[in-house]
């Protein structure tokens, strides 16, 4: 048996590729972790492929199927950033200072962009959380593994050198497990759908309140409106008293100064009438005084007249 072109140990066992800082410390403490005895868990030495007799396809490929025929080959964004977040292998090919400098959310790698994503209602930001807010966990370009092209040169040479007997044995294996991940796939649907289920019934509460608060609006609205009429009511009301009252003013004004004017006319009569009445006393008690003197000298006159005689 030769061995893989991946490897040139054997067969059994993982090739060697050029690993990220990141990895080559993870795979460091794993080998930590054996020397003291830890359970660790390896990765298998043959790739699981997809079987070729004795299976349905149609079932492998609807449970191992992506939708939307993404190549596996080269990841998407999306997986670039959920796996470098976890192994940081987006920070070793990314200094910290250009991340410090230019932040760029999952939703610009995803779209492809490398510009910072604005707070603009058009940006595809991020507008919903929970367990399936990533996509689910079984399929979606986010749950799959960096394809290896080493495995099917490693997968034929391992197989060449099997029998049909431990080929059919690892076939039916791979058919209970393609089952099972069916079966995982189908109650994480069934997961998924009451998660949206719920979703629905959140939203159908937050319409009704969204409904009783158009209605207090609509109400409010009416009350104003009503207020208004009422209000201008009252001000063509006020308007109007204000004329009338504004009127009177100036007729009482008008009515004083008149009255002020006749008392003063009225005094100025008065004072007159006393004056003149002051001149005839006085022009009565001299006429008086004259009068009697004027008599008394007619009577003396008289007297020598008839003395004379």
Same mark, same amino acid.
């Given at each position: 048996m030769?061995?893989?072109p991946?490897?040139?140990?054997?067969?059994?066992?993982?090739a060697?590729?050029?690993?990220?800082?990141?990895?080559?410390?993870?795979?460091?403490d794993?080998?930590k972790?054996?020397?003291?005895?830890?359970?660790?868990?390896?990765?298998?030495?043959?790739?699981?492929?997809?079987?070729?007799?004795?299976?349905? $396809?149609?079932?492998?490929?609807? *449970?191992?199927?992506?939708? *939307?025929?993404?190549?596996?080959?080269?990841?998407?964004? $999306?997986?670039?950033?959920?796996? *470098?977040?976890?192994?940081?292998?987006?920070?070793?090919?990314?200094?910290?200072?250009?991340?410090?400098?230019?932040?760029?959310?999952?939703?610009?790698?995803?779209?492809?962009?490398?510009?910072?994503?604005?707070?603009?209602?058009?940006?595809?930001?991020?507008?919903?959380?929970?367990?399936?807010?990533?996509g689910? *966990? /079984?399929?979606?370009?986010?749950?799959?593994?960096?394809?290896?092209?080493?495995?099917?040169?490693?997968?034929?040479? $391992?197989?060449?050198?099997?029998?049909?007997?431990?080929?059919?044995?690892?076939?039916?294996?791979?058919?209970?497990?393609?089952?099972?991940?069916?079966?995982?796939?189908?109650n994480?649907?069934?997961?998924?759908?009451?998660?949206?289920?719920?979703?629905?019934?959140?939203? =159908?509460?937050?319409?009704?309140?969204?409904?009783?608060?158009?209605?207090?609006?609509?109400?409010?609205?009416?009350?104003?409106?009503?207020a208004?009429?009422?209000?201008?009511?009252?001000?063509?009301?006020?308007?109007?008293?204000?004329?009338?009252?504004?009127?009177?003013?100036?007729?009482?004004?008008?009515?004083?100064?008149?009255?002020?004017?006749?008392k003063?006319? =009225?005094?100025?009569?008065?004072?007159?009438?006393?004056?003149?009445?002051?001149?005839?006393?006085?022009?009565?008690?001299?006429?008086?005084?004259?009068?009697?003197?004027?008599?008394?000298r007619?009577?003396?006159?008289?007297d020598?007249? /008839?003395?004379? $005689?």
């Amino acid at each position: 048996m030769n061995p893989s072109p991946a490897t040139e140990k054997s067969v059994y066992f993982d090739a060697r590729r050029s690993l990220a800082p990141s990895e080559m410390t993870l795979q460091a403490d794993h080998s930590k972790a054996a020397e003291a005895g830890a359970d660790v868990n390896r990765q298998p030495s043959v790739a699981v492929h997809e079987p070729t007799k004795d299976i349905k $396809a149609v079932d492998y490929q609807n *449970g191992h199927t992506i939708t *939307g025929a993404h190549d596996l080959a080269q990841p998407s964004p $999306a997986y670039e950033a959920t796996e *470098g977040a976890r192994s940081g292998y987006m920070d070793a090919k990314v200094p910290l200072s250009e991340k410090a400098q230019s932040p760029v959310t999952s939703e610009a790698r995803l779209n492809g962009s490398s510009s910072p994503t604005s707070a603009s209602p058009t940006s595809h930001e991020r507008i919903s959380s929970g367990a399936f807010s990533n996509g689910p *966990g /079984t399929t979606g370009p986010a749950s799959m593994p960096q394809k290896d092209d080493s495995h099917h040169a490693r997968l034929a040479t $391992a197989e060449s050198g099997l029998d049909d007997v431990v080929k059919g044995k690892i076939t039916k294996e791979e058919l209970k497990n393609a089952k099972r991940m069916s079966k995982i796939i189908k109650n994480e649907a069934k997961s998924e759908k009451k998660s949206f289920d719920t979703a629905l019934k959140e939203l =159908a509460k937050i319409q009704k309140l969204q409904k009783h608060a158009a209605d207090d609006e609509n109400s409010a609205l009416k009350r104003h409106a009503r207020a208004l009429k009422a209000e201008h009511k009252a001000n063509m009301k006020f308007l109007a008293a204000k004329q009338t009252h504004e009127k009177s003013e100036v007729e009482l004004r008008t009515a004083v100064e008149r009255l002020d004017a006749c008392k003063d006319h =009225a005094l100025k009569q008065t004072e007159l009438l006393q004056q003149k009445n002051r001149e005839v006393e006085e022009m009565r008690s001299q006429k008086a005084v004259d009068d009697r003197e004027r008599e008394a000298r007619l009577k003396e006159l008289a007297d020598m007249k /008839t003395k004379a $005689a």
